[in-house]
């Protein structure tokens, strides 16, 4: 669902959507479908960014319920993006990726040990699409880092089929990681350096692929930022575990 232009008065001034309440009794503004304090409705804009890309975003069943989700923005802020909630790839799930002929399809993910990924910056778009005669579909997993592997796994068998090509931003995971947002709020702890939300890879990732990539990806990331700004400010300074603190005590001591 995209965000909606702001409704018109009779004199022609734009008004903010009424808010609406939410079976918890909270309010619910009727257009970014957030909560009324942090409503983004400021910073998506009031029509959705025409791009040339395909993107298709795999949902994890936990994911789609959780607050931080970026998927929900990407949705309303990209004319050619849509969702589909499940654990793998799989023939149906999407008529982007049955059609006749078949779209060139990259998907995003770290390289391993056993499959290669081909850098985002290293990739010819032109060779791809074959100079813009066929579809580029890009497909992105949203979950934890440890539910992304899972689909990713799960849906290997599919995407070889299509004959995908698995892109990275880089990642190096052998970097110990905080937080995916620059902030002194943690707000998602991810398992290393590096680790960005699916707002913030779809966003560098069109910056290659797009002819307007780089303006693409400001609106994208200064919609995120706001996101991360209004959220901070209904959490508290993440504090070290117990744990930690005792061995922090018994290191000072020796």
């Known amino acids: 669902m995209h965000c909606m232009a702001p409704e018109k008065e009779d004199d022609g001034t734009a008004t ?69 909630t ?17 779209p060139s399809v990259i998907y995003l993910f770290p390289a391993t040990s056993s499959t290669p990924a081909v850098d985002i910056s290293d990739l010819n778009v032109q060779d791809l699409t074959r100079n813009g005669e ?13 539910h992304a592997r899972e689909m990713v796994k799960a849906s290997e068998e599919f995407l070889q089929s299509r004959f995908a090509v698995r892109v990275c931003l880089g990642v190096d995971e052998t970097v110990s990681g905080g937080s995916i947002y620059d902030s002194e709020l943690i707000l998602r702890k991810e398992p290393f350096s590096g680790c960005v939300s699916t707002m913030e890879a779809v966003a560098r990732v069109l910056r290659v692929l797009e002819p307007n990539g780089v303006e693409v990806e400001s609106m994208l990331i200064e919609i995120l930022r706001e996101m991360v700004r209004l959220q901070a400010g209904f959490l508290k300074p993440m504090n070290p575990r117990p744990k930690l603190l005792k061995k922090a005590k018994e290191k000072d001591e020796i």
């Open 86 to 102: 499940g654990r793998r790839l799989r023939p149906g799930l999407s008529p982007l990726l049955d059609r006749s002929p078949p």
């Open 134 to 146: 066929r579809e580029l579909v890009l497909i992105a997993f949203d979950g934890t880092w440890k």
């Open 16 to 84: 903010s959507p009424e808010p609406q309440p939410s079976p918890s009794g909270r309010s619910i503004c009727s257009s970014c479908h957030r909560p009324n304090p942090v409503c983004l409705c400021h910073v998506l804009p009031p029509h959705p960014i025409e791009i040339s890309t395909q993107l298709l975003i795999l949902h994890h069943p936990h994911e789609a319920h959780h607050k931080l989700s970026t998927t929900p923005l990407l949705i309303r802020s990209l004319l050619r993006a849509t969702a589909v």
